[in-house]
């Protein structure tokens, strides 16, 4: 699979593609991906979304990706990496919780953005990002970095609506680091145990627990079960995989183990959950 690299702090591309198939790869940066215009499908880490135009997509490091393209669609690209991230244009106040949130937009499939209203915000700045790569005015570049700083903010806030509701950034910094360990490791089931994470981060597998829940507000245990969970709901609605291979994916013993725990936390069995095809 091919691997994208970024050579600078942020690039911006326009494409115009009625290819049937853009081929899947990751990246080493993040991506923003903005439809203008087209339908197919979005595949992103096995997942599958249907697109349209308004549609904005979250990549993150490592995501494997690629777009079935159905009718000929136009893309905006807007890649970015660590540099731009940690860059005095966003604020060194915000930079922790920019890369946190960040980094929790991992193994979501679909539009990043949750609510009418900031698709209707984000739309006219895309338009405005154009205008201004094309036209190449006074301070145009300044006011492109400004505008993707405000994306960024606004992506950032969509993501944050799905956090635990105690975590934010005032959060203590050794907190937030745990739970985007658990996120990177969520598929390696011997890295996310309490003996693992304290040994990972220096703190006493006793204490781990209550620390946990001190910042995040619920038990580590949880945490991990109900982003698993989550993640079952998204493979459940986006993929093709069988209950079995989710099973296998996200480590839990059998399919009578995810049974239970489906339609004990979200009231139906996961087979019954990818009939209704709803959240």
Same mark, same amino acid.
């Given at each position: ?27 080493? !940066? ?18 599958? !979304? ?29 890649? !970015? ?130 620390? !946990? ?67």
């Amino acid at each position: 699979m091919k691997r994208e690299n970024l050579h600078q702090p942020f690039e911006i591309s326009f494409s115009e593609l009625d290819e049937s198939l853009l081929k899947e790869h990751d990246h080493t !940066f993040f991506e923003l991906v903005y439809i203008l215009s087209g339908t197919g499908i979005q595949w992103i880490n096995n997942n599958k !979304f249907s697109y349209h135009d308004g549609h904005l997509f979250m990549l993150t490091p490592g995501d494997s990706h690629s777009f079935d393209i159905h009718t000929t669609t136009k893309f905006v690209n807007i890649k !970015f990496n660590d540099i731009y991230i940690h860059s005095a244009v966003l604020g060194a106040e915000n930079i922790h919780r920019l890369e946190f949130i960040l980094q929790h937009a991992n193994h979501q499939p679909g539009c990043i953005l949750r609510n009418k209203t900031d698709k209707l915000l984000v739309k006219p700045m895309i338009e405005a990002i154009i205008r201004e790569y094309i036209n190449k005015k006074l301070y145009s570049k300044e006011i492109i970095a400004q505008l993707i700083n405000t994306i960024i903010i606004v992506v950032a806030r969509n993501i944050a609506m799905f956090l635990p509701e105690q975590v934010d950034e005032c959060s203590e910094e050794k907190a937030l680091d745990i739970l985007q360990y658990i996120q990177t490791h969520i598929y390696q089931s011997d890295k996310i145990k309490a003996k693992a994470i304290s040994q990972q981060f220096g703190i006493s597998e006793s204490y781990l627990g209550r620390y !946990f829940k001190k910042h995040t507000n619920e038990t580590m245990q949880q945490y991990i079960l109900n982003y698993k969970l989550k993640l079952v709901e998204n493979r459940l609605l986006h993929s093709q995989m069988r209950i079995s291979e989710i099973v296998t994916e996200l480590g839990f013993t059998d399919e009578s183990h995810l049974n239970k725990l489906f339609k004990k936390y979200r009231g139906c069995s996961p087979s019954n959950f990818r009939k209704k095809g709803t959240v």
